[in-house]
């Protein structure tokens, strides 16, 4: 990413990498996550499933924007 760049990103490139980030996460925190925490109550399960993906989403979204970045503006 180049703060210095007059190219806006386009918007569907960055959701679409995002969405290829996030998608896989939760499936394999359903199959790994889910049969730990499947008794707890339905708010506890969301709160961890969330504390989980927040910070990673957070860690690696940015990232993987910066890396498809040429082709995010393109």
Do not use: C, E
Not at 35 to 58: E, R, S, Y
């Amino acid at each position: 990413m180049n703060s210095n760049d007059p190219r806006p990103p386009k918007k569907w490139k960055m959701f679409l990498i995002s969405w290829l980030f996030v998608y896989p996460v939760i499936n394999l925190m359903f199959a790994v996550v889910f049969p730990l925490v499947q008794d707890l109550h339905q708010l506890l399960k969301t709160l961890i499933f969330t504390a989980l993906l927040v910070p990673l989403m957070g860690i690696f979204i940015p990232k993987l924007h910066q890396k498809f970045w040429g082709w995010i503006v393109k």
